[in-house]
């Protein structure tokens, strides 16, 4: 199983998303969304880290297991919106927010930062293919760079790896990793 995180420093943490026009009002949601679509590995789940206000950080869990209800940005936006207003929803939210993604964090090895200075992606398959790695991405803008130091200094740092020479959106590196990661999972599913 592996664990794709978001940290969005705009995501909106209370729920208030609305119906329509959504991307602005929700602080950025809409990328989330989409990175969540982008996944292909059907064992993964996304974390992403709420850091918009107006309430502390939160951190939303949406399992890829939901995508059969889950089809669409629009679908995702419902969900999420049901889940951070505390309502039934097959996503959750822990309102521990930083902490709370320490400690998933720690659940998942090795902990790849996807960022555009980072070494190779060739020179890190292994790692990219190991049975439980994390990839940790910022939405339409960086993590914050405080935020990503506290981590790695409770974690004991990150591996950080490009997928090129190219800035790509967040969804666009998830379906990348996610597509080098399938053939993996295709073999194992044949052999049992």
Do not use: Q
């Not at 995501?11 to 679509?37: E, F, H, K, M, Q």
């Not at 309430?55 to 949406?62: N, Q, S």
């Not at 049975?131 to 339409?140: E, Q």
Request: charged share 20%; with cysteine; hydrophobic share 40%.
């Amino acid at each position: 199983m592996s664990l794709y995180v978001v940290i969005s420093p705009t995501g909106r943490t209370d729920g208030n998303i609305p119906a329509r026009g959504y991307a602005g009002p929700s602080g950025r949601l809409d990328v989330i969304a989409r990175a969540y679509n982008a996944i292909l590995e059907p064992n993964a789940t996304l974390a992403a880290l709420l850091m918009g206000g107006p309430l502390p950080p939160r951190l939303l869990i949406a399992p890829l297991s939901c995508k059969d209800i889950v089809r669409s940005e629009r679908s995702f936006m419902i969900e999420a919106s049901r889940a951070l207003r505390g309502r039934r929803s097959c996503f959750t939210v822990n309102d521990e927010g930083v902490e709370a993604l320490a400690s998933l964090l720690r659940r998942f090895k090795p902990r790849i930062l996807l960022a555009e200075k980072g070494g190779d992606i060739s020179s890190h398959w292994g790692e990219m293919c190991s049975s439980s790695p994390t990839f940790i991405a910022g939405s339409h803008l960086d993590p914050p760079h405080g935020l990503i130091k506290h981590l790695e200094r409770s974690l004991g740092g990150f591996l950080r790896v490009s997928v090129g020479p190219l800035s790509l959106h967040t969804d666009h590196v998830f379906l990348l990793v996610s597509a080098l990661r399938l053939p993996m999972h295709a073999t194992s599913i044949e052999h049992h």
